[in-house]
């Protein structure tokens, strides 16, 4: 599991994602139905077995088969991910000419989230290598990322929000707009080879946009939205990613369901490629094949299945949703010896929890698990939206349970912390009088504003109030973010 990673690449991470997801809400709104084609480039969750992937796109339409890489930026460049000497990471592989890269500006909103901007700009992987000539090689990146480095192209991104005045051969003459420490002002942007991407009248806003670059031009998307896509042509190429990429669009699309099936399990029973077999039994177990069922079950129980390809079928089974199939499987993995130690069983409840299947009862039984990773994949997998029966034995668990049980179980409800835990509570606390203090101790942790306003006039508040002075959020040192800065600093104590 991932929960000993570098904070900060939890939040390089978190960025991408944001950038992924605003990628694709734009791309929804023109009319793309996109996908994600590479797995998690749309989440934040980190796990610690690395599946050895195709090298694929980001995203891609399950309508048109536009594909896309997304890169999201803190500080907006035309840059990609190089490594010169390794073919399976060069900033290309796997790309064709009409692939497309999408750039996309994210800020820091100062309390650890990033904020993304409306549009990503895009640009045709053909255009970049046209270019890549133009493009300067940074220094290598830190150990744990190998030998990769940045590849950044030539371009001009305006640090303030303006209008263009005048588009020459030498130049863009530009009007930055008053704020609220700047007046209004002119200024201009040498060309300098540069091509513009603006003309005369248009606006532009801080940080989130190219007004000139070395690539030819930026990519218009309404000349990719109109194209059609024909997956089934695509399963016999002899490309693996575009037969990955046709496998995987197919239970997101229209066609008609038998031959969607036939062509899947057609390639299921021909297909040497594992990472495609196991997508292409994703994508008909999606559609009802029980060879797909069979096929996703070999990957996991098969004598000779490997750790990575088992881990990869979990996470699948957690993307195809709650059909008895699926949460069957999740269950029998992990309650399972033989997966004892191993982070497929925390994938398994993960993927019964709030990332996947909403099972909440079946997180139940984990909670307290004697592996520590395991518990801890349970009680993250709640969330708000846990049902009242749920939250009615996590009660019975506080009250009745031992120590082990009844710290999981707090650490739950507080987690969960809506308007049906807080009565559970209170309803517990008026009919246990001798069980009332693991019922505090969670009450006291939970949200101070919350808790006041149910509780106000109740007996129970002025027991509380101590406790909610100190509760997440509460005051300036109770953030999450200061509790971390804090625990930081005093492990600094040698002298």
């Given at each position: 599991?991932?929960?000993?990673?570098?904070t900060?690449?939890?939040?390089?991470l978190?960025?991408?994602?944001?950038?992924?997801?605003?990628t694709m809400?734009?791309?929804?709104?023109?009319?793309?139905?996109?996908?994600?084609?590479?797995r998690?480039c749309?989440?934040n969750?980190?796990?610690s077995?690395?599946?050895?992937?195709?090298?694929?796109?980001?995203l891609?339409?399950?309508?048109?088969?536009?594909?896309?890489?997304v890169r999201?930026?803190?500080?907006?460049?035309?840059?990609m991910?190089?490594?010169?000497?390794?073919?399976?990471r060069?900033w290309?592989?796997?790309l064709?000419?009409?692939?497309?890269?999408a750039?996309?500006?994210?800020?820091?909103?100062?309390?650890?989230?990033?904020?993304?901007?409306?549009?990503?700009?895009?640009f045709?992987?053909?255009?970049?290598?046209a270019?890549?000539?133009?493009?300067?090689?940074g220094?290598p990146?830190?150990?744990?990322?190998?030998a990769?480095?940045?590849r950044?192209w030539p371009?001009?991104?305006?640090?303030?929000?303006?209008h263009?005045?005048?588009?020459t051969?030498?130049?863009?003459?530009c009007?930055?707009?008053?704020?609220?420490?700047?007046?209004?002002?002119?200024q201009?942007?040498?060309?300098?080879?540069?091509?513009?991407?603006?003309s005369?009248?248009?606006?532009f806003?801080?940080?989130s946009?190219?007004?000139?670059?070395a690539?030819s031009?930026?990519a218009?998307?309404s000349?990719?939205?109109?194209?059609?896509?024909?997956?089934?042509?695509?399963?016999t190429s002899?490309?693996?990613?575009d037969?990955?990429?046709?496998s995987?669009?197919?239970p997101?699309?229209d066609?008609?369901r038998a031959?969607?099936?036939?062509a899947l399990e057609?390639l299921i029973?021909?297909?040497?490629?594992?990472?495609?077999?196991?997508?292409?039994?994703?994508?008909?177990?999606?559609?009802?094949?029980a060879?797909?069922?069979?096929?996703?079950?070999?990957f996991?129980?098969?004598?000779?299945?490997i750790?990575?390809?088992?881990m990869?079928?979990?996470l699948?089974?957690?993307?195809l949703g709650?059909?008895?199939?699926?949460r069957d499987?999740?269950?029998?993995?992990?309650a399972?010896?033989?997966?004892?130690?191993?982070?497929?069983?925390?994938a398994?409840?993960?993927?019964?929890?709030?990332?996947?299947?909403?099972?909440?009862d079946?997180?139940?039984?984990?909670?307290?698990?004697a592996?520590?990773?395991?518990?801890?994949h349970?009680?993250?997998g709640f969330?708000e939206n846990?049902p009242?029966?749920?939250?009615d034995?996590?009660?019975?668990?506080?009250?009745g349970?031992?120590?082990r049980?009844s710290?999981?179980a707090?650490?739950?409800?507080?987690i969960?912390?809506?308007?049906?835990?807080?009565?559970?509570l209170?309803?517990?606390y008026d009919?246990?009088?001798d069980?009332?203090?693991?019922?505090l101790?969670?009450?006291g942790r939970?949200?101070?504003?919350?808790?006041?306003?149910?509780?106000?006039?109740?007996?129970?508040?002025?027991l509380?109030?101590?406790?909610?002075?100190?509760a997440?959020?509460?005051?300036?040192l109770s953030?999450?973010?200061m509790?971390?800065d804090i625990?930081?600093?005093?492990k600094?104590n040698?002298s």
């Open positions: 599991m991932g929960f000993k990673a570098d900060s690449f939890l939040r390089f978190s960025m991408g994602a944001i950038g992924v997801r605003q809400h734009q791309l929804e709104g023109l009319g793309f139905k996109p996908i994600e084609l590479e998690y749309a989440s969750k980190i796990w077995t690395k599946v050895k992937r195709l090298r694929l796109p980001d891609m339409c399950v309508k048109t088969g536009l594909r896309l890489e999201a930026k803190s500080d907006l460049k035309i840059r991910s190089d490594a010169p000497n390794n073919p399976d060069v290309d592989a796997g064709q000419d009409d692939d497309l890269a750039f996309i500006a994210c800020f820091d909103n100062g309390n650890g989230f990033f904020t993304p901007a409306d549009e990503a700009s895009f045709r992987i053909g255009d970049l290598r270019t890549v000539d133009q493009s300067k090689l220094p990146k830190s150990a744990s990322e190998g990769e480095r940045d950044t371009a001009s991104i305006p640090k303030r929000d303006g263009v005045l005048e588009v051969e030498q130049r863009i003459a009007e930055m707009f008053a704020n609220d420490e700047q007046a209004a002002r002119k201009s942007y040498p060309l300098k080879g540069k091509i513009p991407y603006v005369a009248g248009d606006v806003k801080a940080g946009c190219f007004i000139s670059g690539p031009s930026m218009d998307l000349a990719y939205v109109n194209q059609s896509y024909d997956p089934f042509a695509a399963l002899d490309n693996a990613v037969r990955y990429a046709a995987k669009s197919l997101y699309r066609d008609p031959n969607a099936i036939s057609q029973g021909t297909e040497e490629e594992q990472r495609i077999k196991l997508e292409a039994a994703g994508s008909a177990t999606a559609l009802g094949s060879l797909g069922q069979d096929t996703i079950s070999e996991i129980w098969g004598a000779e299945a750790h990575e390809m088992r990869e079928a979990v699948i089974l957690t993307e709650d059909g008895g199939f699926t499987l999740l269950k029998a993995i992990a399972h010896p033989d997966f004892a130690q191993n982070e497929v069983r925390q398994a409840v993960w993927g019964l929890g709030k990332a996947g299947l909403k099972s909440y079946d997180l139940l039984p984990y909670i307290a698990d592996e520590e990773n395991m518990a801890l349970a009680i993250a969330d846990t009242q029966n749920v939250i034995d996590l009660v019975g668990m506080l009250i349970g031992d120590t049980i710290s999981a707090s650490e739950t409800l507080r969960i912390s809506n308007q049906n835990v807080l009565t559970s209170m309803q517990a009919a246990h009088a069980k009332r203090g693991w019922i101790a969670t009450l939970m949200s101070p504003d919350l808790v006041r306003a149910e509780l106000q006039g109740h007996e129970a508040l002025a509380l109030e101590p406790m909610l002075l100190c997440p959020g509460s005051n300036w953030s999450e973010q509790t971390t625990s930081f600093l005093l600094q040698i």
